[in-house]
């Protein structure tokens, strides 16, 4: 057992964790990657056969460009983003059931699925999912496990991070959920589980989250985690440098990535 699954044990036995999950968690049940869903999307509106789109187009830029030509609607969009991620369909991968046992007070992700919220029901376990400012009001008691939708939910159309200005709107920092998650945060750490260093989301989130907190002593701000697969020596010392401690999943018992973060997250149950 490492020091850091130790630590993280004792964080979560005393409810100062907050685990925040990427798509690359959802990848373990078969749902599609940024990249994949991005290569559907061109595919399904012929973006890929007439139109010169480089196969690399970011998400935020072809879900912007999308909004554009159907006359500022991203209704569109919002059908085939649903057809695309059919989460009652797929079986629930063991992370999943293993972060729902976690024992998580909060779980923060920016996913569009229902998987999370899947594994909490078919474990008989409470949860309340937050997505509006009304879910925030409505939260009572701390029997139900948040799950914080923080771009939003394909169930709330209004409340989607979806387009390259929905999310510049988002870098502000304003919203009662961004509120939330800032208040949430405060003496806790933050466990981040698929993503990147390369995501210019997580790094800005969290650079806005160490400014937000500039009236607190660096040194009463906890550390946090990224879960990432053989980070290298300049990610690993880049991530340190900024208060977040590289976990190496690779390290991690397994015959892939599913199996290896099964591990993980089976290593740090308390």
Known sequence: MTSDTIALRQLIKNHKLIPFIGAGFSENAGLP??????????????????????????????????????????????????????????????????????????????????????????????????????????????????????????????????????????????????????????GKSLLFIGYSFSDFNIRYLWFKLRRMMYEVDPRDIPDSYILLFEPGHVTSVLLESMGINTIDLSRYEGLDRCEKLASFLQAVQP
């Open 33 to 186: 990657s940024t990249l994949a869903l991005t290569q559907k999307l061109l595919k399904h509106f012929n973006l890929d056969a007439d139109e010169p789109i480089p196969p690399d187009t970011d998400l935020l830029h072809l879900t912007e460009y999308l909004k554009i030509i159907h006359d500022g609607s991203s209704t569109p969009v919002l059908n085939r983003l649903r057809s695309c991620l059919p989460d009652q369909d797929v079986a629930l991968s063991r992370p999943h059931q293993l972060l729902a046992q976690l024992g998580a007070s909060i779980i923060y992700t920016t996913n569009y699925d229902r998987l999370l919220e899947r594994s909490f029901a078919e474990l008989a376990m409470p949860y309340k999912v937050i997505v509006t400012t009304a879910d925030i009001i409505q939260t009572t008691g701390c029997s139900e496990v948040q799950i914080v939708k923080f771009h939003g939910s394909l169930e709330v159309d209004d409340s989607l991070v979806l387009t390259e200005s929905d999310y510049y709107k988002r870098l502000e920092f304003v919203t009662p959920i961004d509120i939330k998650l800032r208040a949430d945060s405060l």
